[in-house]
């Protein structure tokens, strides 16, 4: 298996699904929302920078850039942190990176120290907090997990309606620069979020049990295995693979409507004022569509299936920017905006709860830092290569169109991939607890096995019940573990306290 996290969920704890979780489940929202609004919410700013530097829209359009490719290229150095230090620190210098990134772009004097300052410096923080925050989502959460995300996800969309409209009067009352200095402070509620991510810790009972169980002298002397800053293990889950392609190719149509839908109702000559109204239509629809989303991904009957809900939402985004792109009036946008709302927040609340059931909790830190490496790739191709489609053609309809090809061709990726070239995956369809086997664990069970099968009695009483294989041990949790045979059935471990 993969390497250990530091503050990961300990063997024999069982993810709360709520208490300290929901607190748990806020900072992560706070995060969502300032991970993914404040590139846009910066871009507010930009008149004012183009004035006072003497610089393009383009020059300017790079400090967006550079925090969105921060905030996923930066992906494999927060797994690496925080499979070292874990998440609540990482979590809180990464908030003091964001706020510090801010306060001293206010006193830039060029473009390139707000290059520096506010993409490079804040987008480092902001990363260091959004990875984390999901981890250890993760970990609070089993049950009601999608919903979770879904909920977690939901502050994307919030934080985008509230820091527009703010970062808006911070310019016209203080100017950019007060404008950033107060951004600045308003960051370091990060540090706050981070402080709420407490590590699970297993009960009192528990621990004086672990103290009080014999282990064999053999076990004691055998090395440690060291653990895994970062685990390159996962590429040899194919669905992994699969998902990550699938991710890649999404990703380079998905942010392309938003960037340009505005530009759309400009260009079949609305007035600004209107045309911008289609962002807070498809910002409103978005807010429901992610919590409602997570909590139809969590029905007994969806859930294992959640894969393939993911791939529905891709079709259905794919779809609407295929349709949209025949848009030839306003009220035509606005039907646009609505179904592409509730579809961008499907995609929204699923993506990381897909990896999540993919990966597994002991795997998912590496995980989703390899993940969000590949799409800093097609984040940075994506909106300049519609762009210069659109410099080519002097048409948005083909700019929709390619996005909506793009988009769609990933849910055929990650459906079809799936389907052919998985095997039924081994799960538990109403996990009680989400455990993290160990493979040395996995030995014992195995060498327990072939004892009994051997009429061996060891230290551990073994007996078979109901075609089970159960183990009693004291001072451990209740844990089964499922393999595959070589005949296709399952065999099941149970081990009971």
């Not at 699904?17 to 969502?32: E, P, R």
């Not at 874990?86 to 801010?102: D, E, I, T, W």
């Not at 039907?335 to 998912?364: D, H, N, P, R, W």
């Not at 607890?433 to 060891?458: F, H, K, P, Q, T």
Request: proline content about 5%.
């Amino acid at each position: 298996m993969g390497g250990a996290v530091v503050d990961d969920k300990p063997l024999g704890v069982k993810a709360p699904d709520g208490g300290w979780g929901w607190a748990v489940l806020a900072g992560c929202f706070v995060i969502t929302g300032f991970s993914y609004a404040f590139p846009k919410a910066v871009s507010v700013f930009f008149k004012e920078l183009i004035r006072e530097f003497d610089v393009g829209y383009s020059d300017t359009a790079w400090i967006s850039s550079i925090l969105l490719a921060m905030l996923y290229g930066t992906g494999p150095l927060c797994s690496v942190l925080v499979n070292r230090y874990g998440c609540r620190p990482v979590m809180m210098v990464g908030g003091l990176f964001a706020s510090l990134g801010m306060i001293l772009a206010s006193f830039a004097t060029s473009i390139i120290y707000i290059y520096i300052c506010t993409g490079i410096i804040t987008g480092l923080g902001l990363a260091l907090n959004f990875q984390p925050s999901l981890i250890m989502l993760n970990r609070y959460f089993s049950e009601k997990r999608p919903l979770a995300n879904g909920l977690a996800a939901a502050g994307s969309p919030v934080a985008l309606c509230c820091l527009s409209p703010l970062g808006q009067i911070l310019q016209h009352q203080y100017g950019w620069r007060g404008g950033f200095l107060i951004l600045g402070g308003m960051l370091l509620n990060c540090c706050a979020c981070g402080a709420l991510m407490r590590p699970l810790l297993p009960s009192k009972k528990t621990q004086e049990l672990e103290e009080n169980t014999p282990t064999d002298a053999e076990e004691d002397k055998k090395p440690q295995p060291k653990k895994k800053l970062l685990d390159f293990s996962v590429f040899k889950d194919r669905g992994f693979v699969i998902y990550t392609v699938a991710a890649s190719i999404m990703v380079l149509g998905l942010f392309v409507p938003p960037v340009f839908v505005v530009n759309y109702a400009k260009g079949l000559g609305y007035e600004d004022t209107k045309s911008a109204l289609l962002l807070t239509i498809l910002g409103f629809v978005d807010m429901f569509a992610r919590p409602a989303s997570g909590l139809i991904a969590g029905m007994k009957c969806v859930r294992p299936k959640s894969v393939y809900l993911f791939s529905f939402a891709m079709i259905f985004n794919g779809c609407t920017d295929l349709i949209g792109s025949k848009a030839n009036d306003y009220a035509s946008l606005v039907v646009f905006c609505i179904f592409f709302g509730m579809s961008y927040g499907m995609v929204g609340a699923l993506q990381f709860e897909v990896l999540m059931a993919i990966v597994g909790t002991e795997k998912f830190s590496s995980a989703i830092g390899l993940v969000l490496l590949m799409e800093a790739i097609a984040v940075l191709v994506g909106p300049p290569g519609a762009g210069r489609l659109l410099d080519a053609t002097n048409q948005y309809m083909y700019v929709f169109l390619l996005a909506g090809c793009e988009v769609t061709l990933s849910a055929f990726v990650l459906a079809l991939g799936n389907f052919l070239c998985i095997s039924r995956k081994k799960e538990d369809p109403e996990p009680k607890m989400e455990m993290a086997v160990l493979a040395s664990e996995r030995e014992g069970l195995n060498r327990a096995a072939d004892a009994e099968e051997d009429g061996e009695v060891g230290e551990e009483p073994m007996g078979r019940e109901n075609g089970n294989v159960s183990a009693v041990k004291a001072g451990e949790e209740v844990v089964t573990v499922t393999e595959t045979g070589e005949e296709g059935g399952e065999e099941n471990a149970e081990i009971s306290s």
